[in-house]
């Protein structure tokens, strides 16, 4: 009975030692395999973050050359379309003469007096239209902003219709050539909380609102100088693009755990 009893007792030992051993054992590949893994996720995080940082520096360098370059192109714009602004001057002269005139009558009388033609040929001797060059202007409209295009775009219309005006009444016409129609859409598109006075009072009080205009090109100058349209644009891209950039990352992810 006493060796039965030992012997089972050596029996059980020899099993619970060797259970005990396996389970060590399978625990001890678990947590080999777990510090692997761990290891193999740290490094492949750090190589994504890494990806991901040379991706939006990327991004944000690329877009900072960008600008860079267009706002030295919208520098160039802008003293291209104040260039325009002061050839427009004596221009600007002509509408201020144009202003004081009752131009619906005095298109009548020009029309049937040579001597009154004549006076107009006086008061416009010293403006010369070929000398006013507003080409460039034209050509650098893509990189000002629309509300300064728009600004200019109404300026010059009024004076250039001012001119057209002088230029009919020194010429005997009995009809006003000049696109009033076209000309007022711009001054109201322009500065809409005027649009009230331009319909009481009409083209002949149009010259009153060139200093306005005027004033609103200098602010809006200002503000692109300052660079809050192309600051908040350029912010915009970046941040689209750093988007785009850890979604694909993602996606990557995604597809190399499938």
């Excluded at 089972?8 to 399978?26: A, C, I, M, Q």
């Excluded at 960008?66 to 706002?71: D, G, I, P, T, Y």
């Excluded at 009919?168 to 129609?181: M, N, P, R, V, Y």
């Excluded at 349209?229 to 350029?234: G, M």
């Amino acid at each position: 009975a006493g060796a039965v009893w030992l012997a089972e007792n050596w029996f059980v030992g020899r099993l619970k030692n060797s259970v005990r051993h396996e389970y060590e054992t399978d625990i001890e590949k678990l947590r080999a395999e777990l510090r692997k893994n761990e290891a193999a996720f740290k490094s492949d995080l750090k190589a994504k973050e890494s990806q991901i940082e040379a991706l939006r520096s990327g991004a944000l360098t690329g877009i900072s050359n960008r600008q860079s370059v267009l706002f030295q192109r919208q520098l160039q714009a802008i003293e291209e379309l104040w260039e325009a602004v002061i050839s427009l001057g004596p221009a600007k002269t002509i509408s201020t003469m144009m202003a004081t005139i009752n131009f619906e009558v005095a298109i009548k009388d020009t029309a049937r007096d040579p001597k009154l033609r004549e006076v107009f040929t006086i008061m416009g001797s010293g403006f010369d239209l070929k000398k006013i060059d507003t080409r460039n202007a034209s050509v650098a409209r893509p990189f000002l902003s629309p509300l300064l295009w728009a600004y200019y775009s109404a300026y010059s219309s009024i004076i250039f219709h001012a001119v057209i005006r002088m230029q009919a009444l020194q010429s005997g016409l009995d009809k006003d050539f000049s696109d009033i129609e076209r000309v007022t859409k711009l001054v109201k598109a322009a500065l809409p909380e005027f649009e009230s006075y331009i319909e009481e009072h009409g083209p002949n009080a149009y010259h009153y609102l060139l200093e306005v205009l005027e004033q609103r090109i200098l602010s809006e100058i200002e503000r692109m100088l300052k660079g809050e349209h192309s600051d908040k644009e350029s912010i915009r891209k970046a941040a689209e693009r750093i988007k785009e950039a850890e979604r694909r990352m993602e996606s990557s992810n995604v597809h190399e755990q499938s």
